[in-house]
Protein backbone atom coordinates (compact mmCIF):
# COMPACT_ATOMS: atom_id res chain seq x y z
CA UNK A 1 0.00 0.00 0.00
CA UNK A 2 1.77 3.54 -0.85
CA UNK A 3 1.99 5.98 0.92
CA UNK A 4 -0.81 8.26 -0.27
CA UNK A 5 -3.52 5.42 -0.41
CA UNK A 6 -2.61 4.90 3.34
CA UNK A 7 -3.36 8.60 4.07
CA UNK A 8 -6.75 8.46 2.20
CA UNK A 9 -7.56 5.74 4.44
CA UNK A 10 -6.31 7.47 7.74
CA UNK A 11 -8.73 10.12 6.27
CA UNK A 12 -11.70 7.77 5.86
CA UNK A 13 -10.85 6.07 9.25
CA UNK A 14 -11.14 9.25 11.14
CA UNK A 15 -14.56 10.37 9.08
CA UNK A 16 -15.63 7.15 10.14
CA UNK A 17 -15.37 7.39 13.69
CA UNK A 18 -16.64 11.43 13.43
CA UNK A 19 -19.70 10.86 11.57
CA UNK A 20 -20.59 6.68 12.29
CA UNK A 21 -20.57 5.81 8.42
CA UNK A 22 -19.06 2.88 8.15
CA UNK A 23 -15.59 2.53 5.73
CA UNK A 24 -17.48 1.03 2.91
CA UNK A 25 -20.28 3.68 3.00
CA UNK A 26 -16.88 6.69 3.10
CA UNK A 27 -15.83 4.63 0.06
CA UNK A 28 -19.16 4.59 -1.73
CA UNK A 29 -19.34 8.21 -0.66
CA UNK A 30 -16.25 9.25 -1.99
CA UNK A 31 -16.67 6.93 -5.22
CA UNK A 32 -19.19 9.02 -6.15
CA UNK A 33 -18.21 12.72 -4.85
CA UNK A 34 -15.47 11.92 -7.54
CA UNK A 35 -17.53 11.16 -10.18
CA UNK A 36 -19.70 14.32 -9.14
CA UNK A 37 -16.13 16.67 -9.34
CA UNK A 38 -15.07 15.18 -12.49
CA UNK A 39 -12.54 13.31 -10.74
CA UNK A 40 -11.33 16.65 -8.57
CA UNK A 41 -10.47 17.03 -4.80
CA UNK A 42 -13.40 19.58 -4.85
CA UNK A 43 -16.94 20.05 -5.64
CA UNK A 44 -18.72 23.24 -6.91
CA UNK A 45 -22.53 24.05 -6.87
CA UNK A 46 -22.12 23.82 -10.85
CA UNK A 47 -21.37 20.30 -10.21
CA UNK A 48 -24.51 19.61 -8.56
CA UNK A 49 -26.78 21.37 -10.70
CA UNK A 50 -26.07 19.21 -13.68
CA UNK A 51 -27.80 16.32 -11.43
CA UNK A 52 -31.05 15.95 -13.40
CA UNK A 53 -32.71 14.16 -10.27
CA UNK A 54 -32.83 17.66 -9.09
CA UNK A 55 -33.98 19.73 -11.86
CA UNK A 56 -37.50 18.86 -11.03
CA UNK A 57 -37.26 19.59 -7.18
CA UNK A 58 -38.99 22.61 -6.41
CA UNK A 59 -36.16 22.79 -3.12
CA UNK A 60 -33.66 22.38 -5.58
CA UNK A 61 -31.90 25.11 -5.58
CA UNK A 62 -32.02 25.02 -1.27
CA UNK A 63 -30.63 21.49 -1.18
CA UNK A 64 -27.40 22.63 -3.27
CA UNK A 65 -26.57 25.54 -1.03
CA UNK A 66 -26.89 23.47 2.21
CA UNK A 67 -23.97 21.59 0.88
CA UNK A 68 -22.03 24.92 0.49
CA UNK A 69 -23.11 26.13 4.16
CA UNK A 70 -20.40 26.23 6.20
CA UNK A 71 -23.24 26.10 9.50
CA UNK A 72 -23.67 22.51 7.78
CA UNK A 73 -20.43 21.38 8.08
CA UNK A 74 -20.28 21.13 11.55
CA UNK A 75 -16.73 22.99 11.83
CA UNK A 76 -18.37 26.25 13.91
CA UNK A 77 -17.87 28.37 10.73
CA UNK A 78 -20.49 30.69 8.82
CA UNK A 79 -21.08 31.69 5.53
CA UNK A 80 -20.99 29.81 2.14
CA UNK A 81 -17.83 27.93 0.16
CA UNK A 82 -17.40 28.38 -3.24
CA UNK A 83 -16.28 24.85 -3.17
CA UNK A 84 -16.33 22.08 -0.58
CA UNK A 85 -13.73 19.01 -0.38
CA UNK A 86 -14.78 15.65 0.95
CA UNK A 87 -14.96 15.85 3.93
CA UNK A 88 -17.08 19.18 4.09
CA UNK A 89 -19.39 16.74 1.50
CA UNK A 90 -19.82 13.84 4.19
CA UNK A 91 -20.49 15.67 6.75
CA UNK A 92 -23.09 17.32 5.21
CA UNK A 93 -24.15 13.64 3.85
CA UNK A 94 -24.48 12.42 7.47
CA UNK A 95 -27.82 14.82 8.14
CA UNK A 96 -29.56 12.46 6.02
CA UNK A 97 -28.91 9.45 8.13
CA UNK A 98 -31.49 7.45 10.21
CA UNK A 99 -30.97 6.66 13.64
CA UNK A 100 -30.10 3.27 14.76
CA UNK A 101 -32.55 0.95 16.51
CA UNK A 102 -30.06 0.69 19.77
CA UNK A 103 -29.88 4.24 19.86
CA UNK A 104 -30.55 5.64 23.19
CA UNK A 105 -33.63 8.17 24.06
CA UNK A 106 -31.16 11.09 24.28
CA UNK A 107 -29.07 10.03 20.97
CA UNK A 108 -32.37 10.04 19.02
CA UNK A 109 -33.36 13.57 19.94
CA UNK A 110 -30.03 14.65 19.22
CA UNK A 111 -30.00 13.72 16.03
CA UNK A 112 -33.41 14.97 15.25
CA UNK A 113 -32.31 18.36 16.63
CA UNK A 114 -29.90 18.40 14.08
CA UNK A 115 -31.90 17.35 11.54
CA UNK A 116 -34.35 20.00 12.55
CA UNK A 117 -31.28 22.83 12.74
CA UNK A 118 -30.04 21.63 8.82
CA UNK A 119 -33.78 22.01 7.65
CA UNK A 120 -34.24 25.67 9.33
CA UNK A 121 -30.96 26.45 8.04
CA UNK A 122 -32.07 25.97 4.52
CA UNK A 123 -34.64 28.42 5.20
CA UNK A 124 -32.69 31.28 7.03
CA UNK A 125 -30.78 32.23 4.12
CA UNK A 126 -29.23 35.22 5.73
CA UNK A 127 -28.22 33.13 8.88
CA UNK A 128 -29.74 35.75 10.65
CA UNK A 129 -31.41 33.01 13.19
CA UNK A 130 -34.83 33.86 11.93
CA UNK A 131 -36.77 32.77 9.38
CA UNK A 132 -38.25 35.93 7.84
CA UNK A 133 -41.22 36.36 5.96
CA UNK A 134 -39.62 37.16 2.37
CA UNK A 135 -37.54 33.41 3.20
CA UNK A 136 -40.42 31.52 4.62
CA UNK A 137 -42.15 33.31 1.23
CA UNK A 138 -39.95 32.68 -1.10
CA UNK A 139 -39.39 28.59 -0.24
CA UNK A 140 -43.30 28.28 -0.20
CA UNK A 141 -43.51 30.22 -3.69
CA UNK A 142 -41.14 27.83 -5.13
CA UNK A 143 -42.81 24.90 -3.51
CA UNK A 144 -45.90 25.80 -5.03
CA UNK A 145 -45.66 27.47 -7.91
CA UNK A 146 -43.17 25.24 -9.61
CA UNK A 147 -45.72 22.90 -9.41
CA UNK A 148 -47.75 24.06 -12.14
CA UNK A 149 -51.06 23.95 -9.90
CA UNK A 150 -50.84 27.43 -8.66
CA UNK A 151 -49.76 30.65 -9.78
CA UNK A 152 -47.31 33.15 -7.74
CA UNK A 153 -49.63 35.21 -6.67
CA UNK A 154 -51.69 32.77 -5.16
CA UNK A 155 -48.84 30.97 -3.99
CA UNK A 156 -47.15 34.20 -2.04
CA UNK A 157 -50.83 35.15 -0.33
CA UNK A 158 -50.88 31.37 0.75
CA UNK A 159 -47.48 32.18 2.73
CA UNK A 160 -48.53 34.88 3.98
CA UNK A 161 -51.44 33.56 5.45
CA UNK A 162 -49.28 30.26 6.91
CA UNK A 163 -46.90 33.13 8.47
CA UNK A 164 -49.90 34.89 10.34
CA UNK A 165 -51.27 31.73 11.67
CA UNK A 166 -47.49 31.32 12.97
CA UNK A 167 -47.60 34.50 14.21
CA UNK A 168 -50.63 33.77 16.46
CA UNK A 169 -49.30 30.48 17.34
CA UNK A 170 -46.00 31.37 19.00
CA UNK A 171 -47.08 34.70 19.99
CA UNK A 172 -50.77 34.39 20.62
CA UNK A 173 -50.94 37.48 22.50
CA UNK A 174 -49.24 39.93 19.80
CA UNK A 175 -50.93 43.24 19.80
CA UNK A 176 -52.14 44.74 16.28
CA UNK A 177 -49.03 47.57 16.28
CA UNK A 178 -46.71 44.45 16.92
CA UNK A 179 -44.26 43.03 14.02
CA UNK A 180 -43.59 39.45 13.88
CA UNK A 181 -40.53 39.52 13.19
CA UNK A 182 -40.11 35.59 12.05
CA UNK A 183 -39.66 32.06 12.83
CA UNK A 184 -36.56 31.41 15.46
CA UNK A 185 -35.08 28.19 15.70
CA UNK A 186 -37.39 27.78 18.86
CA UNK A 187 -39.97 28.27 17.36
CA UNK A 188 -39.47 25.65 14.60
CA UNK A 189 -38.82 23.11 16.78
CA UNK A 190 -42.39 23.12 17.81
CA UNK A 191 -44.21 23.96 14.99
CA UNK A 192 -42.62 20.95 14.05
CA UNK A 193 -43.17 18.84 16.95
CA UNK A 194 -44.35 15.01 16.76
CA UNK A 195 -43.35 14.86 13.23
CA UNK A 196 -41.47 12.22 12.62
CA UNK A 197 -38.59 13.00 10.29
CA UNK A 198 -35.98 11.27 11.53
CA UNK A 199 -36.11 8.21 9.31
CA UNK A 200 -37.75 9.95 5.87
CA UNK A 201 -35.32 13.12 6.16
CA UNK A 202 -32.73 10.94 3.52
CA UNK A 203 -31.20 11.19 0.04
CA UNK A 204 -31.30 9.43 -3.25
CA UNK A 205 -30.62 12.21 -5.78
CA UNK A 206 -26.79 11.85 -5.48
CA UNK A 207 -27.11 7.64 -6.33
CA UNK A 208 -26.76 7.50 -3.02
CA UNK A 209 -29.76 5.89 -0.44
CA UNK A 210 -29.25 7.24 2.65
CA UNK A 211 -31.95 5.45 4.23
CA UNK A 212 -29.60 2.21 4.59
CA UNK A 213 -26.68 4.52 6.21
CA UNK A 214 -27.91 4.74 9.63
CA UNK A 215 -26.25 7.31 12.19
CA UNK A 216 -23.94 6.21 15.24
CA UNK A 217 -20.94 3.62 15.45
CA UNK A 218 -21.05 0.25 13.68
CA UNK A 219 -23.02 -2.10 15.99
Known amino acids: ?102 MTTEEKEA ?17 DGTITLDEYRKVVEELLSKSGAIGQEAAKAIADAAMLEVASINVPHMEPHEFYEGITFEHFEQILKGLEMESRMNIRFLDVDTSTMHCGKSQ
Open 111 to 127: IRREKLRFLFNMHDTDD
Open 1 to 102: MGASQTRTEDVFQELSEKTGFSLEQIRILHKRFRQLSGDEETISKENLEKIQALDKNPIRNQIIEAFFDKRNQNDGEVGSSREIGFQQFVKVMCHFKPPTLK
